[in-house]
């Protein structure tokens, strides 16, 4: 076994600063929905605050959303080699119901990650409406980004773990044999439950 273990981490820092040719039927609180891929078929959900100012031409947001990651040289690589989805999306303006409705899908697009980090300037991702067509005299909605990454990588000495026979482990006190800890691991994470 290696006696070294390497780990990668990314610092993402997603600056979301405006959009255009957004044109909406009903009022409401305009924010834009990231999805950014973290292995195994998931994916972490970021949210925008709602736009600052919203004209007929230009809406503004104007704010950085920060995330940092570790894991794998694998799991990195997967990462780099995924799509982040962004989606324009429309929550109901309403004190009361505002909650229950949820958020209505406006627009959205599907960038592959190569695409947009590290771009020197903002870039304008053109979306799909959600109706799924554009016509040849509307111009599609678009929202302009900018994507910073730094990666890092770290070399983690690994301990050498020493063989016990089953009566030295020290688990259930030695009487039974060694469950390796599994029954107080499940006692100990009942309890924290109940905590809470």
């Not at 610092?11 to 409401?28: A, Y």
């Not at 429309?90 to 695409?115: C, H, M, Q, T, Y």
């Not at 067509?133 to 890092?152: H, N, S, T």
Request: proline share 4%.
């Amino acid at each position: 076994m290696d006696p070294q273990h390497h780990s990668c981490s990314l610092s993402l820092e997603l600056r979301i600063t405006s959009g255009r040719n957004i044109n909406l039927k009903s009022s409401g609180d305009l924010f834009v929905r990231c999805y950014l891929p973290a292995g195994g078929n998931k994916r972490v959900r970021l949210d925008s605050q709602q736009a600052s100012s919203t004209s007929s031409n230009c809406i503004t947001w104007d704010q950085t959303l920060s995330l940092d990651c570790s894991g794998t040289q694998d799991s990195i690589k997967y990462i780099k080699q995924s799509t982040i989805l962004f989606e324009l999306r429309l929550r109901r303006s309403s004190p009361f119901i505002g909650w229950i409705n949820g958020s209505k899908l406006v627009a959205r697009a599907e960038v592959p990650w190569n695409d947009i980090i590290n771009v020197e300037i903002d870039k304008w991702i053109v979306m799909i409406p959600e109706k799924g067509c554009v016509y040849d005299d509307v111009k599609p909605p678009a929202v302009q980004i900018g994507v910073r990454v730094q990666e890092f990588e770290e070399v983690v000495e690994r301990k050498k773990s020493s063989v016990r026979r089953w009566d030295e482990c020290g688990c259930m006190d030695g009487v039974g044999g060694c469950n390796s800890c599994v029954d107080y691991e499940f006692f100990a994470i009942g309890a924290a439950l109940e905590a809470f």
